[in-house]
């Protein structure tokens, strides 16, 4: 049987190679995306296989309505993909209240809107498999990020707790956690602070860091996705790329370290 999809962020990037591998596979698509023009190509090529949507996640409302349009006109919801979001660049000192207030409302209230919105319906089904498009920075943080790692902190936090409180329904939960692909995160659909002369030498080493990148195109993701959704027992977390484990380990053993080292203050803590 073919698989309904409801993927936030399809008309370009990830969002666009998920839909891209449920279509051609014979599942069906809710496509959404903030401009549902960008989704004509979708139609004219799958025809009735594609629902196109316009949705602004943070329209809770907007949000709402799609999910309930996608469910009456498929009659269920198999898998659900929150991969709309979009990068903030600025040190912690250069961004403004607003910028960090709008990061988090798309990356973090975006994904919470939709996922409310299909929890009762994936619950009456007993059975459905929500997807958080995360990053490597959901797990580790670099310099002039903190406004986008606070977003996807907080994603993880959520969407680990979700994942628990929901297995007894029969709903799967994942993180994807991509390295740096090959998208425009950092050009068209990302937001840049007013930088400040006293970060320009830390502006300079990151923005070196980045152009030395050679970043491969997200053409597998639609590959693996399709390994994620249809594993019997799904991943909590999964890294696309071979970037994000190298990185993880090194994160996660540097944390390990420094925790060892301070067991004693750890301890006196406790009063031991």
Do not use: C
């Not at 969002?15 to 279509?23: D, I, M, N």
């Not at 993180?175 to 990302?190: C, R």
Request: net charge negative.
């Amino acid at each position: 049987m073919s698989k309904v999809w409801f993927v936030t962020g399809s008309s370009k990037g990830f969002g666009r190679e998920f839909v891209l591998a449920a279509l051609e596979r014979g599942d069906r698509v809710a496509a959404t995306a903030r401009n549902a023009d960008t989704l004509d190509d979708l139609v004219e090529t799958y025809g009735d296989a594609v629902l196109p949507l316009q949705l602004d996640v943070t329209d809770r409302d907007q949000v709402f309505a799609a999910v309930k349009s996608a469910h009456e006109a498929f009659g269920r919801l198999d898998m659900v993909i929150n991969n709309a979001g979009y990068g903030l660049f600025g040190t912690v000192e250069e961004i403004t209240e607003q910028q960090l207030r709008d990061q988090i409302e798309t990356n973090l209230f975006g994904v919470f809107h939709v996922t409310q919105a299909v929890l009762p319906i994936l619950r009456a089904q007993g059975s459905g498999h929500i997807i958080q498009i995360s990053t490597i920075g959901g797990i580790g943080a670099f310099p002039t990020l903190g406004g986008y790692h606070a977003s996807k902190w907080a994603l993880e936090g959520l969407t680990d707790a979700l994942a628990q409180e929901v297995a007894g329904f029969g709903i799967k939960v994942t993180l994807v956690e991509p390295g740096g692909f090959d998208t425009d995160w950092a050009g068209a659909s990302a937001v840049f602070a007013e930088p400040l002369a006293a970060y320009a030498p830390l502006h300079e080493a990151m923005a070196a860091r980045r152009g030395d990148g050679v970043y491969p195109k997200p053409v597998g993701f639609g590959s693996a996705i399709l390994k994620v959704v249809d594993a019997e027992k799904a991943p909590l977390r999964v890294f696309f790329g071979e970037q994000p484990l190298q990185i993880a380990s090194h994160l996660y053993q540097q944390r390990l370290d420094e925790w060892n080292e301070w067991a004693p203050v750890s301890r006196e803590a406790e009063g031991k």
